[in-house]
């Protein structure tokens, strides 16, 4: 029993540790512009993940197409527009990410995703009205003071870990919203609908086609290690476990990327940048005080 849920486990905890680490592919490709990462990012991914579920989830995807068609008309029309909204949210995600990555700094790419929970918990209270506790608002508010005392030595960093973030929090808000839908699947539809976001940026303002192997490796390293193997894992792992206990591992991400930065990349930090980190952390650990109980509660 103890074998059957560690696997789980590890499957939860890889996804994270994986993502954490995706800043070494995207700065090896710096010379290359971030919109032009981006756009054969998601070409590729939607070659490998379309040509991964027509192998492999035939049976998944006609689920789906059986589900849209049993829904009404303003159902459809519900769906088909939360659909192209997450799909404009997961690009512009996409995009910051690898501009903050190459173009600002790692740190701020990292703190964009220790501070999305908290972002995404706060427009879960004010978009979907879901109650908010007084442990958690009082996380909140120690998290907007940290980024506040982070935006006073660098609000250039701030600005762009916020947008991420937001990006990042809205997407996971539409995501709620949308039920009874495969996410591999979903993730299929999405990306279609991103290259075809990208695609009049691509034919307007695009450099010449790449032809250096490098960056092709590095294009289909990210589509399958950093995208399609954690998705798979990521979903298996939620067979086990619950989405409470996999949504403690996703702050895993972020420390991986910090430490990515500061060990592998060594990008430096400043007394008053650390104050505001640990503040954070602290809102973190109040954020999750509940939760980090019960955990512990049913392990014992």
């Not at 501009?99 to 706060?122: H, I, Q």
Request: glycine content about 4%.
């Amino acid at each position: 029993m103890t074998v059957s849920k560690s696997k789980y486990f590890f499957a939860g905890i890889i996804p994270y540790i994986i993502w954490g680490t995706m800043s070494i592919p995207l700065r090896n490709i710096k010379y290359i512009p971030p919109q032009e990462i981006l756009y054969y990012r998601i070409f590729i991914s939607i070659l490998m993940v379309w040509t991964t579920i027509l192998l492999f989830r035939r049976n998944a995807l006609k689920k789906d197409l059986d589900y849209f068609n049993t829904l009404n008309s303003a159902a459809k029309r519900k769906l088909i527009l939360l659909t192209i909204l997450s799909s404009v949210l997961i690009t512009g995600n996409w995009f910051t990410y690898i501009f903050a990555v190459n173009s600002v700094s790692l740190k701020a790419a990292a703190f964009a995703y220790m501070v999305c929970p908290l972002v995404t918990a706060l427009c879960g209270f004010i978009i979907l009205k879901e109650a908010l506790t007084k442990t958690k608002t009082v996380a909140i508010v120690v998290a907007f003071i940290s980024v506040g005392l982070l935006a006073t030595g660098s609000f250039y960093e701030v600005i762009w870990a916020v947008i991420i973030a937001s990006f990042c929090a809205l997407y996971v808000i539409v995501l709620k919203v949308i039920q009874n839908i495969d996410k591999f699947n979903f993730l299929g539809v999405q990306l279609i609908l991103s290259g075809l976001i990208m695609l009049p940026m691509y034919f307007i303002k695009s450099e010449a086609f790449p032809t250096d192997m490098f960056f092709w490796n590095h294009i289909f390293l990210i589509a399958i290690v950093f995208t399609i193997i954690p998705l798979f894992l990521n979903a298996y792992a939620l067979l086990g476990m619950s989405s409470s206990a996999l949504g403690i591992l996703i702050y895993l991400n972020p420390i991986v990327a910090f430490a990515v930065a500061f060990f592998y990349f060594k990008e430096k930090i400043d007394s008053h940048q650390l104050f505001a980190y640990l503040l954070l952390l602290l809102s973190i650990i109040i954020f999750n005080a509940e939760l980090l109980k019960s955990v512990v509660y049913k392990k014992r």
